[in-house]
């Protein structure tokens, strides 16, 4: 099993940068071969994959939304995975969770990771 704490939000003016990071505790696996997402959740909103990166590191998906402005990575040895946001926008503005799964593969869909973290306000002021 594992367990993920979500941690670097906070309040920001639009373009300014922001990195949360998600460290990860496991029982009987290391956290190196767990997928893991970043996934989003505004006020009246469905919850959204804003990036997502395989265990390796190797594959990463990123959102339009966000292309080009956030990076998803991870640092196995450190058993954490960050998200580099830049140019932050009130959009953004959500209440951001990272998730763990077992699968080889990213994946962008809620239902496909089995672990959560508590979640991170991000709130970015115009």
């Known amino acids: 099993q594992v367990q993920l704490v979500e941690s670097g939000g906070g309040l920001v003016q639009a373009g300014d940068s922001l990195r949360l990071s998600c460290a990860g505790s496991t029982s009987g696996r290391t956290f190196g071969t767990y997928s893991t997402g970043w996934f989003r959740q505004a006020p009246g909103k469905e919850r959204e994959c804003v990036a997502a990166?395989?265990?390796?590191?190797?594959?990463?998906y990123d959102a339009d939304s966000v292309k080009g402005r956030f990076t998803i990575s991870r640092d196995n040895a450190k058993n954490t995975v960050y998200l580099q946001m830049n140019s932050l926008k009130p959009e953004d503005t959500a209440v951001y969770y990272c998730?763990?799964?077992?699968?080889?593969?990213?994946?962008?869909?809620?239902?496909?990771?089995?672990?959560w973290g508590q979640g991170t306000q991000v709130t970015v002021s115009s």
């Open positions: 998730a763990a799964s077992r699968n080889a593969v990213v994946a962008t869909f809620p239902r496909q990771y089995p672990y």
């Open positions: 990166i395989s265990w390796s590191g190797g594959s990463t």
